[in-house]
């Protein structure tokens, strides 16, 4: 095991710079977790710590050694990829092993650390099969089999879960969690699926546009979001955004546009009269007296919860109720934000406000 420092990390492709000094420590045993929307330069930052793309400045290093100008295979890591990358003429076993195999490691050594892999991923009654009879979670098990067996310092996954079905993701992400809290290797994941990163990480680092945006715990993130950025894009469904007037003289309040009165429990000093973004989550909605009128659009049921979604002015806002409550399309009903979980970001540059 080995801790990860990246340090003021640069990468350009000609005159396009895709990621802008990217600094990311990453603690020895830690499982962290890169995620952002798509091009963020998320597999990028992935593929320099690999080895598989050059850095353009700023330094990668793996324990106490700069790896900038070290080859893959001397970097003692790990990578597990969102297409599998098997080999179809070899079976389970020889996937796993050929790694070991291409370093010279004798048959024997090559035999047990199979099979304690494949006893660690319950593929020991498929060593004989290939790929092609293999389902996606097995193949998946697999090139992560092919990864231990090589007891790297650091395993490096790039949106392995990908390529499969909704139910087997669920249980992939908990298979993975699991074989890291066993191995305790050194982590780094990358996915743009904010669900996987809060049930999986650690350390969370949202990326955008080819910078770190916020970087902490799962529910530091969500509860402390840095940015409205952040704030959308951790939790799932998203944070509603409210643009409004902060009135701060007397009991502080949001003015929307359409007039309606969005509840706060304090304001920033010298704020009144201050262009301002109200974030609530759709889970801190409460119906009730004393709340905003909107119109219900939408009622989504899905059993253990249903998502509403409400027309407030011209904007649509989404409210999710654990409990179960008689509503449809057409009603007029009062959503009351829980004002402790309220959220505000400065309407320029979308900055959270304390």
Do not use: W
Request: glycine share 8%.
């Amino acid at each position: 095991m080995a801790s990860v420092h990246i340090n003021d990390v640069r990468k350009s492709f000609g005159g396009f710079e895709v990621l802008h000094g990217v600094t990311v420590p990453i603690e020895d045993g830690a499982f962290v977790v890169l995620v952002g929307p798509s091009g963020c330069g998320k597999s990028t930052l992935l593929r320099m710590l690999a080895g598989l793309e050059n850095i353009t400045s700023g330094t990668i290093a793996i324990g106490d050694r700069i790896v900038n100008n070290v080859q893959p295979k001397e970097r003692d890591i790990a990578m597990v990829f969102q297409n599998y990358a098997l080999y179809p003429h070899m079976t389970v076993a020889q996937n796993m092993g050929f790694s070991l195999k291409l370093r010279g490691a004798a048959t024997s050594d090559i035999t047990a650390r199979v099979k304690k892999a494949a006893d660690i991923l319950d593929l020991a009654h498929l060593l004989d099969r290939y790929p092609r009879q293999l389902s996606g979670g097995q193949r998946q098990r697999v090139a992560m089999g092919r990864a231990i067996v090589r007891d790297p310092q650091v395993f490096l996954f790039d949106e392995p879960l990908s390529n499969l079905d909704a139910k087997l993701r669920v249980a992939m992400r908990a298979e993975i969690k699991e074989l890291h809290q066993r191995l305790k290797t050194t982590t780094v994941y990358v996915t743009h699926d904010q669900i996987e990163a809060m049930t999986m990480a650690d350390k969370i680092v949202v990326m955008h546009d080819g910078i770190v945006e916020q970087m902490g715990a799962p529910l530091e993130l969500y509860d402390q979001p840095a940015n409205r950025f952040v704030a959308g894009f951790i939790g799932s469904p998203a944070m509603n955004f409210i643009e409004g007037t902060l009135r701060a003289n007397g009991q502080p309040y949001v003015e929307t546009a359409s007039g309606a009165r969005l509840a706060l429990a304090s304001a920033p000093t010298a704020s009144e009269g201050m262009p301002i973004v109200y974030g609530v989550r759709p889970e801190h909605f409460e119906l009730g007296d004393g709340g905003i009128e909107a119109e219900v659009v939408v009622v989504e049921p899905t059993g253990s919860e249903t998502q509403i979604i409400a027309r407030l002015g011209t904007q649509d806002i989404i409210a999710v109720f654990r409990d179960r409550h008689a509503i449809v399309a057409g009603d007029t009903i009062r959503l009351r934000p829980r004002v402790s979980a309220v959220h505000l970001f400065d309407a320029e540059h979308g900055r959270r406000v304390s």
